[in-house]
């Protein structure tokens, strides 16, 4: 995955000389420098496995992400810590490393032109689906997921909705299956909404938002890699694969948007971030709009 270096934090401290003894009593001190024969191996590991793009260059970004890992665990060097996260049957450390190098951040109806065309274009174009089937690729903690429920059911014509929501991450599905948001994050979502779909926590809850029980029914959530094949997952009226293939290399996104492309039914549409471009990338889906594409319709013309 291609990082920012605006996300390093304080990348300056990683060129320091290793104070192992004391990183591994948890004490303050300066992480062990990332050798290059480990970036590399950590590089090759993290592409192979999860498709991320760690060019280099990368190398003080890797290092001030995973040097917290160190910390947290009480490893002394970067190869301790990496064997670590290989060994680890329960995939917690897996979780964890993963985690460390890409990030989460989602928000309710974040890049709201896709929920509007989701009303007013895709409701018009497969309302009678029963139900609809959307994926929320890459869902997070499950904002995402949610506002897709959200919309559909906030127009009472349309019928049954039913959302996949994946991600590689462990941690962020917990956090997305208990559906538990502070009120500030729910500042994009519409009044009536709030008291519709959410219900507001008291005593010590409050300032808190749980999903209700019957919006969190259409949502399932599986852990999915989405550098392996998807095919399982099924056929689908829209996919949202938002703000994670910007992190892949090209072959990748290339085969990630053929396997999505395959995956929608005639006519239904794919959905990308605003800040990701399919330029470059291989596919047979026709260009709608700025981040939206659809699969060609079928005979019926849906
Ligand atoms: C920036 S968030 C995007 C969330 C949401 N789609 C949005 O646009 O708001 C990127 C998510 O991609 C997930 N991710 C990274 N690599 C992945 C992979 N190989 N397969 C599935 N999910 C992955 C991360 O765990 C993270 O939750």
Same mark, same amino acid.
């Given at each position: 995955?291609?990082? !920012?270096?605006?996300?390093? &934090?304080?990348?300056?401290?990683?060129?320091?000389?290793?104070?192992?003894?004391?990183?591994?009593?948890?004490?303050?001190?300066?992480? +062990?420098?990332?050798?290059?024969?480990?970036?590399?191996?950590?590089?090759?590991? !993290?592409? @192979?496995?999860?498709?991320?793009?760690?060019?280099? $260059?990368?190398?003080?970004?890797?290092? /001030?992400?995973?040097?917290?890992?160190?910390?947290?665990?009480?490893?002394?060097?970067?190869?301790?810590?990496?064997?670590?996260?290989?060994?680890?049957?329960? &995939?917690?450390?897996?979780?964890?490393?993963?985690?460390?190098?890409?990030?989460?951040?989602?928000?309710?109806?974040?890049?709201?032109?896709? #929920?509007?065309?989701?009303?007013?274009?895709?409701? &018009?174009?497969? =309302?009678?689906? *029963?139900?609809?089937?959307?994926?929320?690729?890459?869902?997070?903690?499950?904002?995402?997921?949610?506002?897709?429920?959200?919309?559909?059911?906030?127009?009472?014509?349309?019928?049954?909705?039913?959302?996949? /929501?994946?991600?590689?991450? !462990?941690?962020?599905? @917990?956090?997305?299956?208990?559906?538990?948001?502070?009120?500030?994050?729910?500042?994009?979502? +519409?009044?009536?909404?709030?008291? *519709?779909? #959410?219900?507001? =926590?008291? =005593?010590?809850? @409050? $300032?808190?938002? *749980?999903?209700?029980?019957?919006? !969190?029914?259409?949502?399932?959530? *599986?852990?999915?890699?989405?550098?392996?094949?998807?095919?399982?997952? $099924?056929?689908?009226?829209?996919?949202?694969?938002?703000?994670?293939?910007?992190? #892949?290399?090209?072959?990748?996104?290339?085969?990630?948007?053929?396997?999505? &492309?395959?995956?929608?039914? +005639?006519?239904?549409?794919? #959905?990308?971030?605003?800040?990701?471009?399919?330029?470059?990338?291989?596919?047979?889906?026709?260009?709608?709009?700025?981040?939206?594409?659809?699969?060609?319709?079928?005979?019926?013309?849906?």
């Amino acid at each position: 995955m291609a990082l !920012a270096n605006s996300e390093t &934090g304080d990348a300056r401290a990683v060129r320091r000389p290793g104070r192992g003894a004391a990183a591994a009593e948890g004490l303050a001190g300066a992480p +062990p420098a990332l050798q290059p024969s480990e970036f590399a191996e950590i590089c090759r590991f !993290a592409h @192979e496995r999860f498709g991320l793009d760690l060019k280099s $260059g990368k190398e003080e970004l890797v290092s /001030a992400r995973l040097s917290k890992k160190l910390r947290q665990h009480g490893f002394r060097s970067f190869r301790q810590y990496f064997d670590f996260v290989r060994a680890d049957a329960s &995939g917690e450390a897996m979780t964890g490393f993963i985690d460390a190098l890409t990030t989460n951040h989602t928000s309710f109806l974040r890049e709201p032109v896709h #929920f509007d065309f989701l009303r007013q274009t895709v409701l &018009g174009t497969f =309302g009678r689906a *029963r139900p609809l089937r959307i994926w929320s690729a890459a869902c997070s903690t499950g904002e995402e997921p949610y506002s897709i429920v959200c919309s559909v059911l906030a127009r009472s014509e349309a019928g049954a909705v039913s959302v996949l /929501a994946t991600d590689i991450s !462990a941690r962020v599905l @917990e956090i997305a299956r208990r559906g538990v948001y502070p009120a500030s994050s729910l500042a994009a979502m +519409p009044r009536d909404w709030l008291s *519709r779909f #959410f219900q507001r =926590g008291r =005593g010590a809850s @409050e $300032g808190l938002y *749980r999903i209700k029980a019957e919006v !969190a029914a259409q949502v399932e959530f *599986r852990r999915l890699n989405l550098i392996e094949s998807t095919a399982r997952a $099924g056929a689908f009226h829209v996919i949202f694969c938002r703000n994670v293939m910007i992190y #892949f290399d090209k072959p990748t996104q290339q085969r990630l948007v053929r396997q999505l &492309g395959e995956q929608l039914v +005639p006519g239904g549409y794919l #959905f990308v971030g605003h800040s990701e471009s399919l330029a470059g990338v291989d596919h047979a889906l026709t260009y709608v709009r700025p981040a939206i594409y659809r699969r060609a319709a079928g005979e019926h013309g849906r």
